[in-house]
């Protein structure tokens, strides 16, 4: 009788735990189902452009006219890096914007202020659009940019004191603009191995003994 009471009493213990092995089981699939879309979240954040290089890229869009441009695919369309933006070219985590490329492509208006977000940046192309206004202060935010190509736009007014700012510029391409006045000496400080166009402005003087590499420059 003794045998049978415990046997009765093992079988009742053990069926009251079966129903929490299902519920066990579910826990670790939801909790396994949310670490991965966190890990999921994680990575695609990783794999992006900031918040700042998007928001410049919609700035300078917005001021340059974009919806005119002859070719804006993808523009405004998710991240410029991973989604491909016409012209952006990026690092290889698709992480930081490192070269615009939009030559020829109908840029009207002047450069948005927020274009110094795009530090990162180390070469722009813009000849041969309508690009206005003063020579921008933004691209003085530039640090690591290269090149600087800038030709047949229609930048007016002197060329700012400032170019000691770029510790890496390797091409300054400004020609066929507007630009009047003196060329400052403080532009050579720091590209003394520089290839720069100035002609066909309106400049009235440039500081030839402060050039080292005059095969460099193009009057």
Partial sequence: LLVRWLSVVGVLHFSS??????????TMKTTSALFLGLFSLLVASSL?????ET???????????????INKTNWKQGDPCTGQWFGVVCDGNNQNVLKLDLESNNLRGTIAASFSD????????????????????????LVNIRTLD???????????????????LEYFDIMGNKLTGSVPATIFNNLKNCYIKFSLNQITSIPWDQWTNKDGLVN
Avoid at 17 to 26: D, W
Avoid at 59 to 69: E, H, I, Q, R, V
Avoid at 150 to 168: H, M, S, T, V, Y
């Fill in 118 to 141: 795009l530090s990162n940046l180390e070469s722009i192309a813009f000849h041969n659009n309508y690009i206005s206004g003063a020579f921008p202060d933004a691209f003085f935010s």
């Fill in 150 to 168: 800038l030709n047949l736009n229609d930048f007016a007014g002197q060329i700012p004191d400032k170019f000691d700012a770029f510790k890496r």
């Fill in 17 to 26: 735990l079966r129903p929490t092995f299902p519920l066990i089981q579910t």
């Fill in 48 to 52: 992006a452009a900031s918040t700042a």
């Fill in 55 to 69: 928001q410049a890229l919609l700035d300078f869009y917005a001021s340059t006219k974009g919806d005119d441009w």
